[in-house]
C-alpha cells in the first residue's frame, strides 16, 4: 500500500505542478476536469447507498461553480448567486418530472450538497490561484496539507494507541492528530521562510507568527476534511471513493483535505491580501 501511495504521488505531484505554474486557462481546466471526476465518485457512492441524486444537473453546477470562479477570478463577472439559484431550483424542477416522488427531498438535498461541497469549495482553488502571488498560495496550501496527512499516517502507524472516532475512521487516533497537527505547523513555517527567500518568483506576505497561525489551521481543518468524506462514506458503506488512484483511493479521497484546507486559506488569505 505504501509502495502505491508513494508512486501515485510521483506521477500525480508533476501534473500538479505544471498546471500551478502554468496557471489560466490550464489550471482552471484542471480544476473541472477534477471536479467532475469527484463528483463521478460522490454520485457513484451515493447510489450505491440506495440514493438517487440526479447524475447530470449536480455534475453541471459542479463544473459551472469551478467556471464561475474562472469568471470571478479574472474580472468577466460574478454569478455567485445565479448559480447557487440554478443548484437549489433545477434540480428540484428536474424531480417534478420523476414518475416515482418517495425520496425526491433526499435526492435534491444530495445532488445540491454535492454539487456546494465539491464545486464551490474547489472553485476557492481557482480563486486562490489567481490572488497576488497566487501560485505562492496554492503550494503552500497543498504541500501543508500533505504534510500533515503524511505526517499523520505515519505518527499514527508508530505511535497510535488511542482511537479518535473509531465510528468513522477505525485507523485514526489522537496521536496520529496530533502528529499532523505538528507536521502542518512545521511545513507552513519552513514553506513560508523558503518561498520568501525565493522572492520573487516565490513569496508570501506572512511572518513566521501569521504562517505558524495559518499551519495550525491547515493542520486542523485537514483532518477534519478527511473525517467528513470518512462520515459520507460510512453512510453508504464505502470504504473508498473509487479504485482510481492506487494506494489512495478515488479523486475524491485525495481532495477531501483539500476542499476544507484551500477554503480556510483563501478566506485567511484575504484578511492579509488587500
Not at 5 to 20: D, E, G
Not at 46 to 58: C, D, E, K, N, S
Not at 93 to 102: A, F, H, T
Not at 166 to 190: M, Q
Request: proline share 5%; with cysteine; aromatic share 10%.
Amino acid at each position: 500500500m505504501l509502495r502505491q501511495r508513494v508512486l501515485s504521488a510521483v506521477i500525480l505531484l508533476p501534473v500538479f505542478l505544471v498546471t500551478a505554474i502554468a496557471g489560466d486557462p490550464w489550471y482552471s481546466l484542471a480544476a473541472a476536469a477534477v471536479v467532475a471526476l469527484a463528483y463521478g465518485e460522490f454520485h457513484g457512492m451515493m447510489v450505491q447507498g440506495g440514493h438517487t441524486p440526479l447524475r447530470i444537473a449536480g455534475l453541471f453546477f459542479t463544473i459551472l461553480f469551478v467556471v464561475n470562479g474562472y469568471l470571478l477570478a479574472h474580472g468577466m463577472g460574478d454569478y455567485t448567486a445565479p448559480v447557487l439559484a440554478g443548484a437549489a431550483l433545477v434540480p428540484l424542477v428536474l424531480l417534478i418530472g420523476r414518475p416515482v416522488q418517495r425520496g425526491a427531498a433526499e435526492a435534491w438535498a444530495l445532488t445540491l450538497g454535492g454539487s456546494l461541497y465539491i464545486g464551490w469549495l474547489f472553485s476557492l482553488f481557482v480563486l486562490l490561484r489567481n490572488l497576488p502571488q497566487g501560485l505562492s498560495w496554492v503550494l503552500f496550501t497543498v504541500l501543508s496539507t500533505f504534510a500533515c496527512d503524511t505526517a499523520a499516517y505515519f505518527t499514527g502507524r508508530a505511535f497510535g494507541r488511542h482511537k479518535m472516532v473509531p465510528h468513522l475512521s477505525p485507523g485514526k487516533t489522537w496521536e496520529g492528530a496530533a502528529g499532523g497537527f505538528v507536521g502542518g505547523v512545521a511545513a507552513a513555517a519552513v514553506l513560508s521562510v523558503v518561498f520568501n527567500a525565493l522572492a520573487p518568483f516565490l513569496g508570501l506576505p506572512l511572518g513566521i507568527a501569521q504562517a505558524l497561525l495559518l499551519g495550525g489551521i491547515i493542520g486542523t481543518t485537514a483532518q477534519l476534511g478527511d473525517l467528513a468524506e470518512s462520515l459520507l462514506k460510512r453512510s453508504v458503506q464505502a470504504k473508498d471513493a473509487s479504485g482510481l488512484i492506487p494506494g489512495h483511493g478515488g479523486v475524491l479521497d485525495r481532495l477531501d483535505s483539500l476542499l476544507f484546507t484551500g477554503a480556510a486559506v483563501y478566506f485567511c488569505s484575504r484578511l492579509l491580501v488587500p
